[in-house]
T-cell receptor, first 107, second 114 residues
Framework: DAKTTQPNSMESNEEEPVHLPCNHSTISGTDYIHWYRQLPSQGPEYVIHGLTSNVNNRMASLAIAEDRKSSTLILHRATLRDAAVYYCIKRDDKIIFGKGTRLHILP | DGGITQSPKYLFRKEGQNVTLSCEQNLNHDAMYWYRQDPGQGLRLIYYSQIVNDFQKGDIAEGYSVSREKKESFPLTVTSAQKNPTAFYLC?????????????FGSGTRLTVV
């Protein structure tokens, strides 16, 4: 079972940090956590991924719980261009997508 | 620049006709995938291929067929047996051999049955 659990939608104000949660209680020791985001009528875009420790890149940060059963994607300063559907995924040999979290950014 | 190209961007098909969606990548990726997305829904896996001349069914393979004769190409045929083919189709690719590799997606083909 490659399912993860995310809230259906979230709102945030522009220029404020956003914390997007994800539960993956059935994760195995070798599963990576990947995050993608999708703008309307476009293909998903890779955001970040990690295994055990926290990860940072130019787009976002990924905080993984010590027991690895949950993780949080952090957008440090949201802009209107960050409004998208965000998918949290347990990565094995194929990616199974859930419905993701629709992030609304309020100007 | 390396990437994935899906063509056409929009496709119209009459009921009862087969149609083939193109997906080409120049990233030298081993694995390729096809997903279907319906309005307001997530992506559902149709077929995937980890190596040339081999592919596996995903969750919704009925009514679809694929081939993988070349590493860089993974065309998807939507057959007349697919009951509700109108959807947004996405192709993706990745390096094989582990979960430490991300996916690269194409920009999609929107298929409408008329």
């Amino acid at each position: 079972d490659a399912k993860t659990t995310q809230p259906n939608s979230m709102e945030s104000n522009e220029e404020e940090p956003v914390h997007l949660p994800c539960n993956h209680s059935t994760i195995s020791g070798t599963d990576y956590i990947h995050w993608y985001r999708q703008l309307p009528s476009q293909g998903p875009e890779y955001v970040i991924h990690g295994l055990t420790s926290n990860v940072n890149n130019r787009m976002a940060s990924l905080a993984i719980a010590e027991d690895r059963k949950s993780s949080t994607l952090i957008l440090h300063r949201a802009t209107l261009r960050d409004a998208a559907v965000y998918y949290c995924i347990k990565r094995d040999d194929k990616i199974i997508f859930g419905k993701g979290t629709r992030l609304h950014i309020l100007p | 620049d390396g990437g994935i190209t899906q063509s056409p961007k929009y496709l119209f098909r009459k009921e009862g006709q087969n149609v083939t969606l193109s997906c080409e990548q120049n990233l030298n990726h081993d694995a390729m995938y096809w997903y279907r997305q319906d309005p307001g829904q997530g992506l559902r896996l149709i077929y995937y291929s980890q190596i040339v001349n081999d592919f596996q069914k995903g969750d919704i393979a009925e009514g679809y067929s694929v081939s993988r004769e070349k590493k860089e190409s993974f065309p998807l045929t939507v057959t007349s047996a697919q009951k509700n083919p109108t959807a947004f189709y996405l192709c993706a690719s990745s390096m094989a051999g582990g979960a430490n590799y991300g996916y690269t997606f194409g920009s999609g083909t929107r298929l409408t049955v008329v």
